[in-house]
Every structure is written in C-alpha cells, then in structure tokens.
C-alpha cells in the first residue's frame, strides 16, 4: 500500500511537472521567436531561449512516459493490453515530440546563415524556413493525436479501477475528445481556439489529488486481490 501511495505522489508530480515545463518552454520561450514576422533573423539572437524551450518541451514528453510506466504495473492487472497500448501511444508521443523540437534548433542553424547571407542565399533560407515550421506544426499536432489516443485508454482504465473518483476520470475522457476535435479542426483549417483548457484543468486538478489523497485504498486492495468488484 505504501508502494502504491508513492507511485500516486510521483504520478501526480509528473502531471504537474509536464503541464509547466511545457507550457513555460512553447510559449514562453520558443513561439514568441518562431511566431515573429522576422522569426528567421530573430531566432539566432534568441538561440539560448529556443534550446531552453525545446528542453523543457522534451522534459514533458520525458514526464509522460514516466506516468506510463508507473501506472502500468497497476493497470496490468487488469487490463494488460491496454495499458501496454497505453505505454505504446505515450511513447510514439514522446517520439512526435521530439521531431517536433528538432525544427526549433535546425532553424537556429538557418538563422545564422540567414543572418550573414546574400539576396539570393536569403529566399532559399527562408524556404527552408518556412518547411521547418510547417514540420514543427504538424508534428506538434501529431504529439496531440497521440496524446488524446493515450488518454482515451488512460481515464477509461482510472474509471474501471475506481483509483481515483470517477468524475475525475469522466472529466479527463471529454477534456481528451474535446481536444481531438480541436486539433482535427484545426488540421483541417478551422481555427475554433485553444479548446484544450479543459483537459488542461484535468491534469492538474488530478495531479494535485493523487499528491494529497492518492489513489483509493480500497481499489488498490481490490486490484491487489484481483476482486472484480470494481468491474461494474
């Protein structure tokens, strides 16, 4: 039981850790500079404010395949090709993540030649660009599927194991429908706004209670003594 009260505390940290860095590390740091007009001039004097942004943004991809691993052990035992599929869609989410924050830091490369380069040399950089930020933002939509995908086994296990109370569970599986939704519309060129504060509030009102109250003693007894008293 004390295992158990200690994975819940580092689970919930992760939420809440992966939730900050993220945040801080896209839109404090990298897409003030990729978002400029003259973001290809701006992103070499800006360079250790991009790679502190990509570093926090894989610090996220990092804390999600730490909630995956954690809470596989406990989901296993009831539900173990979900939560190997689970594992499996946090990491192609960190691998997206990544592919997403390569763009960043080759265009800071682009950026110094930009910097120094003739008229001609100019238009070709800013071709080469303009690829680099349509690659960051359909793999950052990408890391946005695939975290839906996740979380769309993720709440429903939570639901069947009673670990946490079900209208956290029920809260996050809408947040993450509602997110898929967004980033379908916006794939498809709707812009409906950052619709993706609800499961934002999700992650963290859930990370704050399994750091205070864990996860439920009584279905982690019941997952412990392989009951099926939490099936219905």
């Given at each position: 039981m004390n295992s158990h009260r200690t994975t819940a505390r580092i689970v919930g940290a992760l939420f809440l850790i992966s939730n900050v860095v993220f945040l801080t590390g896209a839109f404090a740091f990298?897409?003030?500079?990729?978002?400029?007009?003259?973001?290809?001039?701006?992103?070499?004097t800006n360079r250790i404010s991009v790679i502190l942004g990509?570093?926090?943004?894989?610090?996220?991809?990092?804390?999600?395949?730490?909630?995956?691993?954690?809470?596989?052990?406990?989901?296993?035992?009831?539900?173990?090709?979900?939560?190997?599929?689970?594992?499996?869609?946090?990491?192609i989410e960190f691998v997206m993540q990544t592919l997403?924050?390569?763009?960043?830091?080759?265009?800071?490369?682009?950026?110094e030649e930009f910097v120094g380069a003739g008229a001609a040399e100019a238009v070709a950089l800013q071709a080469v660009g303009t690829l680099l930020l349509a690659a960051r933002y359909w793999a950052f939509h990408m890391v946005s599927v695939t975290l839906v995908l996740g979380?769309?086994?993720?709440?429903?296990?939570?639901?069947?194991t009673r670990l946490i109370p079900?209208?956290?569970?029920?809260?996050?599986?809408?947040?993450?429908?509602?997110?898929?939704?967004?980033?379908?519309?916006?794939?498809?060129?709707?812009?409906p706004g950052n619709l993706g504060i609800l499961m934002l509030l999700n992650e963290v009102f859930l990370g704050v209670w399994l750091i205070v109250k864990g996860f439920n003693p009584s279905a982690v007894a019941s997952l412990a003594g392989g009951s099926d008293a939490d099936r219905v």
């Open positions: 990298v897409e003030p500079t990729l978002s400029a007009p003259d973001y290809l001039s701006l992103a070499s990509v570093f926090l943004e894989l610090i996220n991809g990092v804390a999600y395949i730490g909630i995956a691993v954690l809470m596989f052990p406990i989901f296993r035992r009831r539900f173990e090709s979900l939560a190997l599929a689970y594992v499996a869609f946090r990491t997403s924050d390569l763009s960043p830091l080759v265009l800071l490369t682009v950026s979380a769309l086994l993720f709440y429903p296990m939570l639901y069947r079900r209208f956290i569970s029920v809260w996050g599986f809408i947040g993450a429908l509602v997110v898929l939704a967004n980033a379908v519309m916006e794939m498809v060129g709707f812009q």
